[in-house]
């Protein structure tokens, strides 16, 4: 696809990725389906790029983040990193690859142990891949906490003596503390409040400038996605439906689906309002998606061919791919 | 690198940094929180008080003797005098006054409290002790490792090889050790080939029985159920009656009998924190399961453990109690808090501190440890800190 243009950047590439989840029921636990909380998705991140996911709550994106660093076994498919098969890699690649890729997770509460100080949290994964240790693993904390835009002096405190946006914060700096190559940021944003959310926002951009971090983003928000990503993705119910770099994907979206998400996003300009595109209906259970083009239901241009066949994805140009049978043009 | 360090000792010792070792720091929160303070004052004076007891009345001529019958002084209340005219020099308490007075058979309640003291402790706590490691080991396999499953070749040639161990222990020595080799060989034969040689030995014969029958939960659940279903006390019976009877005999049944309960705690514990994203992000940063389970989930599983494993030790000693009763426990004449309080309650009305006497030694045991405990767990509890 796209990627292999020229395949030396590309730090993460996901080839026809399928986590299913068995659905199992009745005395036996006999497995009655599967839901396809990921299905068939590709992707590959070059790097220090910025590569946004979105897509509404249960879409799946956070299950393709856990998927990509073998938190959730994949079903089908391949995760290369770099040059590392992540999937089926032993105890050793693995531990490597943990180094070089951490995660930032959306809840700041319950992602930071409540029984360990801020220094510990930093440094346990320095200390466990034997990077440093004893004052000078203490220097290191002390400076990424700066880094974060924390002051060292928290460095014994424990998470629960910090507000959201700090925790957040040090969250950010657990996952900085490795110097990974590539950072999965898991709806990072999503459980703060809007001003905190531009902290960490600029925070997170500096980082990524400074330390030329590679980022997976996963948001529900295109408002955020869009201050913030060079190459974004849709998704919707598992699948990826729309994905163009940034600035493309705003001016102009082929997906209906993209296009209802966009006129979601509030306008300050009141001259810039269009008007609002909603979707008819509800999200369809995953577990019992629709033929053909999963957003055919809600879609207000919808045809006979769409709930009968499955829309491939296809390049119109410019990297920006799209699966659907009519794509918008204006 | 000397003047490196040299602003590195610089640096931390800032009054900005405060930088205190994990036991300061713990010391410094426990210190403030009296009632642990004073909870554990009185464990100590206890702890003490068992040791010189061990001491002060054992060996040939204890200063305190607890066996020392004077049937012509029984049923004394405390601190009344000792009758100087009927007893032999020798037969005279210290300070010639019996402190808890005596019981039905003229013994002198303090030199019997002060020798069951040690008895009492040690089987309070080491059974607790057991029963706690046994149940945060099951409980942490169960809630950790619960969704792995169990072979039915591996629990079958398993079991076979436990019961030729346990034959050949027992004397049948020749169909023990044909049993156990080919149990032994199998396992060895399938680690060595499938590790070292990954050779699959799957295709042959002993796939038939390579079945995953039930999930490492499941066998551990179910045996906790089918330890609660005997009544523990006769369970402890009918173990004791196999077993020599001494006293670490009965704190190791003590013991493996009451793991249970911490099982339970410790598995829904571990259910509830094994999916919060701090150990998600702990297992995506690469940090082993081992440290996860102690560093991670434990110190937030084991505040109800700590709790109810100070009540585990009241039970304890009373089951001792109840155990040496029945003559089952430790031998009679050595004293011991429970059989004291057993064999007193006969004269509830005529010598009421024969019962209460032991009975408020135990509680107050039991309580310091208790505030002990609750106090552990405050300051184990960065949360809970500040209501200290």
Redesign the interface.
């Given at each position: 696809m796209n990627g292999k243009r020229n395949d030396k950047d590309i730090i993460l590439n996901v080839v026809n990725l399928k986590t299913y989840f068995p659905v199992k029921a009745g005395l036996w636990r006999k497995t009655l389906g599967y839901i396809k909380a990921v299905d068939d998705v590709s992707f590959s991140i070059r790097q220090g790029q910025v590569f946004g996911l979105v897509g509404e709550s249960g879409c799946g994106k956070s299950t393709v983040a856990r998927t990509v660093?073998r938190?959730e076994k994949a079903t089908f498919g391949k995760v290369y990193f770099n040059d590392l098969d992540v999937i089926n890699a032993d105890k050793k690649d693995?531990?490597e690859?943990?180094?070089n890729?951490?995660?930032v997770?959306?809840?700041p509460y319950?992602?930071?142990?409540?029984?360990?100080t801020v220094g510990n949290i930093i440094g346990?994964?320095v200390k466990?891949?034997k990077i440093a240790k004893g004052?000078e693993l203490?220097?290191k904390v002390a400076d990424i906490l700066e880094r974060v835009g924390l002051s060292?002096?928290y460095?014994?405190r424990?998470p629960?003596e910090f507000s959201g946006g700090q925790r957040q914060r040090i969250?950010i700096a657990?996952a900085l503390a490795?110097n990974p190559e590539l950072v999965i940021c898991d709806e990072p944003v999503s459980a703060l409040d809007v001003s905190i959310q531009a902290q960490i926002l600029n925070l997170l951009k500096d980082i990524q400038a400074e330390f030329d971090l590679t980022l997976l983003f996963i948001a529900h928000d295109l408002a955020v996605v869009q201050f913030f990503c060079d190459v974004i993705a849709v998704m919707y119910l598992g699948k990826i439906v729309e994905q163009a770099e940034s600035r493309v994907l705003y001016e102009r979206p082929f997906h209906p689906y993209t296009e209802a998400l966009m006129s979601a996003i509030p306008q300050i300009d009141p001259s810039l309002r269009k008007k609002r595109v909603v979707p008819k209906g509800e999200v369809p259970s995953i577990a019992n998606p629709p033929s053909g083009c999963p957003f055919h239901p809600r879609c207000r241009y919808a045809q006979e061919k769409c709930s009968e066949i499955v829309p491939e994805l296809e390049e119109k140009g410019d990297g920006h791919i799209v699966a659907c049978h009519f794509p918008l043009s204006k | 690198m000397m003047s490196n360090n040299q602003i590195?000792s610089n640096?931390?010792d800032e009054p900005?940094?405060?930088?205190?070792t994990r036991l300061q720091?713990f010391w410094a929160v426990f210190k403030k929180n009296r009632l642990a303070i004073a909870g554990l004052l009185m464990f100590g004076v206890f702890f003490l008080a068992a040791l010189t007891g061990l001491f002060l009345t054992s060996g040939h001529k204890p200063v305190f003797d607890p066996a020392l019958v004077r049937l012509q002084e029984k049923l004394r209340p405390p601190l009344s005098k000792a009758n100087y005219e009927t007893l032999r020099p020798d037969e005279i308490p210290v300070l010639g006054l019996y402190l808890l007075g005596t019981d039905d058979l003229g013994r002198d309640v303090f030199a019997r409290m002060f020798q069951g003291a040690w008895v009492s402790l040690t089987v309070g706590f080491v059974a607790v002790m057991i029963s706690v490691l046994v149940g945060i080991f099951m409980g942490g396999m169960a809630g950790y490792f619960g969704d792995r499953h169990v072979y039915l070749d591996h629990m079958l040639f398993l079991v076979l090889a436990l019961s030729g161990l346990i034959m050949t222990a027992v004397g049948q020595i020749r169909e023990g050790v044909i049993i156990f080799i080919p149990c032994l060989v199998y396992f060895v034969f399938k680690i060595i080939l499938e590790r070292s040689y990954k050779i699959k030995t799957r295709r042959w014969l002993a796939n038939l029985l390579h079945k995953k029958i039930f999930s490492v939960d499941t066998l551990i659940m179910r045996i906790v159920d089918i330890m609660l279903c005997f009544p523990s006390f006769f369970l402890i019976l009918t173990v004791v009656a196999l077993l020599p009877a001494s006293i670490y005999n009965i704190m190791i049944i003590i013991g493996l009998t009451s793991w249970m309960g911490t099982t339970r705690f410790v598995r829904a514990e571990f259910l509830s924190l094994k999916d919060?994203?701090?150990v998600?992000?702990?297992?995506?940063?690469?940090?082993?399961d081992l440290?996860i389970i102690f560093?991670?989930i434990m110190?937030?599983a084991i505040a109800p453990v700590l709790v109810s494993s100070t009540i585990g030790i009241a039970t304890a000693i009373l089951t001792e109690a109840g155990l040496s009763f029945l003559g089952f426990g430790v031998p009679p004449p050595h004293a011991t808090w429970g059989n004291i309080l057993s064999d007193g309650k006969g004269f509830l009305f005529d010598a009421p501190w024969l019962t209460f006497i032991p009975g408020i030694a135990i509680l107050i045991a039991v309580l310091s440890f208790n505030l002990f405990g609750e106090g552990l767990r405050d300051t184990?509890?960065?949360?809970l800190r500040d209501r200290v």
């Open positions: 660093v938190l693995i531990r690859f943990r180094r890729v951490s995660l997770f959306q809840d319950s992602s930071l142990n409540p029984r360990m346990e994964p466990t891949h004052e203490y220097e060292p002096e460095i014994n424990y629960h969250s657990r490795l | 590195d640096f931390f900005s940094f405060p930088r205190r720091d919060q994203d701090f998600t992000a702990a297992r995506a940063l690469g940090i082993s440290r560093r991670h110190p937030n184990l509890n960065p949360k």
